[in-house]
């Protein structure tokens, strides 16, 4: 799947201090992606629906991390994937009366323009769920041959007791698991299942879109999308596994069971990073409530996309927030500053605020003490000794490591 344009990036500056970040599995800071390669699988959009500032805000994060270790000297595979096919979308094309198809295409290449907009690299591999169906139907053919599927009619669903660590990466009571299933795509009251979390891999509705494939006609459930692409392309274990805090229960437990099993393994991420909801008007920012703001109607009113950016580092990835238009005046204010100070000849000495911003970053992306940094220095540049040079490099590090131009 075609992925977006990636800007220009300055030099690192020096040598990184390692990126450690809070792992949702352990509850503790882990070092994250110290070999030559670092890998990350950081669940994508579902298409049929424009990018809003919670999705923002995800993505902005992941990139952070991208970015450090970029910039740390590292081999990045990062791979995104792109759900082009599940409930809520058909759900959305079926209501509106559109081809599932056209619609998830044109809100993709929207996706792919605020993304450009908002300096968010691109993933090595951006991977949809259709063109990957050959690999989903592979891994459901290896649970099959290891006895972790059973049938129920048509449709082939996984047997979460085939896995003794399930359940591990969350460590919920049961009646919560069942509550949060039921809100996030599960069907845990269907009879006929042997457990009533076991996820669907394979479906085979009657009016629904289907695939040929050895298993019969269908179409894959979801959590099967994120292990098969993860396995296919990043092996496993990977250093981390991401996305939103609402994607902790049931997908990320369900993706990680599913991808250990299949491949044999103890693990399948080193460190699980979840992002805190964005919150607005009261209530966590979605699609299916339509609580919204857009980023493409941030940028068509002609709000600079990086005092969006800067609004979103303003807060720590892993808190719950409200998103507020004070916020982004805030930003708004902030980045003149900072582009006054880095547009001047000489400013402050860099090496206190590099390695402050570097000690922020990597410990667990704290950007509001990053942010701060920047700000003292420009404060001190307004005021105290100028440095020929110094203002360009800074300029560079923040470019390089924050994502604001
Ligand atoms: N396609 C699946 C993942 S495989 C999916 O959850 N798609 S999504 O479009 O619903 O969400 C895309 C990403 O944005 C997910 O990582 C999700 O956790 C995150 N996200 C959604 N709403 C918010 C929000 N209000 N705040 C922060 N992140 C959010
Ligand atoms: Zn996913």
């Avoid at 059973?150 to 009571?173: A, E, H």
């Avoid at 274990?237 to 393994?265: R, T, Y």
């Avoid at 992306?365 to 000794?385: E, M």
Wanted: net charge negative; aromatic share 8%; with cysteine.
């Amino acid at each position: 799947m075609r992925s977006w344009r990636t800007p220009r990036l300055p030099e690192p500056p020096g040598n990184l201090p390692p990126l450690r970040l809070f792992d949702s599995a352990s509850g503790r800071l882990q070092e994250c992606g110290t070999g030559r390669h670092a890998s990350m699988y950081v669940c994508g959009i579902t298409p049929y629906d424009a990018t809003h500032l919670g999705h923002a805000a995800t993505y902005v994060t992941f990139d952070l991390i991208h970015r450090y270790w970029l910039a740390s000297g590292r081999i990045v595979d990062y791979v995104q994937n792109l759900t082009d096919i599940d409930d809520p979308l058909l759900e959305r094309a079926f209501s509106s009366g559109e081809d599932w198809r056209e619609l998830a295409e044109r809100e993709t290449e929207l996706f792919r323009s605020d993304m450009q907009a908002l300096r968010i690299l691109p993933p090595r591999w951006y991977v949809g769920a259709v063109e990957s169906i050959p690999a989903i139907t592979a891994t459901i053919s290896q649970l099959e041959a290891l006895g972790a599927t059973y049938r129920v009619g048509q449709d082939i669903y996984y047997d979460t007791s085939c896995d003794p660590g399930f359940g591990q990466l969350n460590r919920l009571p049961a009646s919560q698991m069942l509550v949060l299933d039921r809100e996030r795509g599960g069907d845990p009251d269907r009879p006929g299942k042997r457990n009533a979390l076991d996820p669907v891999l394979w479906r085979t509705g009657t009016d629904e879109p289907a695939w040929d494939s050895p298993l019969g006609p269908g179409r894959p459930g979801w959590h099967i999308e994120c292990a098969a692409i993860a396995t296919e392309f990043l092996g496993v274990p990977i250093d981390v596994q991401g996305g939103g805090g609402d994607l902790a229960f049931p997908h990320h437990e369900m993706s990680a069971s599913l991808a250990k099993v299949s491949e044999a393994e103890q693990r399948f991420a080193r460190c699980y990073v979840h992002v805190g909801m964005v919150g607005y008007q009261g209530a966590k920012m979605s699609k299916s409530l339509g609580n919204l703001v857009l980023v493409k109607d941030q940028v068509s009113a002609g709000v600079d996309p990086m005092a969006v950016r800067l609004a979103l580092l303003g807060q720590q990835y892993r808190k719950t927030w409200e998103w507020s238009p004070r916020l982004l005046a805030q930003a708004q204010r902030r980045l003149t500053r900072w582009r006054q100070a880095f547009d001047a000849d000489a400013a402050a000495p860099v090496s206190d605020v590099t390695s402050e911003l570097l000690d922020a970053l990597s410990t667990d992306l704290d950007t509001p003490a990053a942010l701060a940094a920047v700000d003292r220095w420009v404060d001190a540049s307004a005021t105290g000794a100028a440095v020929p040079g110094a203002a360009r490099r800074l300029a560079d590090s923040v470019d390089l490591l924050l994502g604001v131009k």
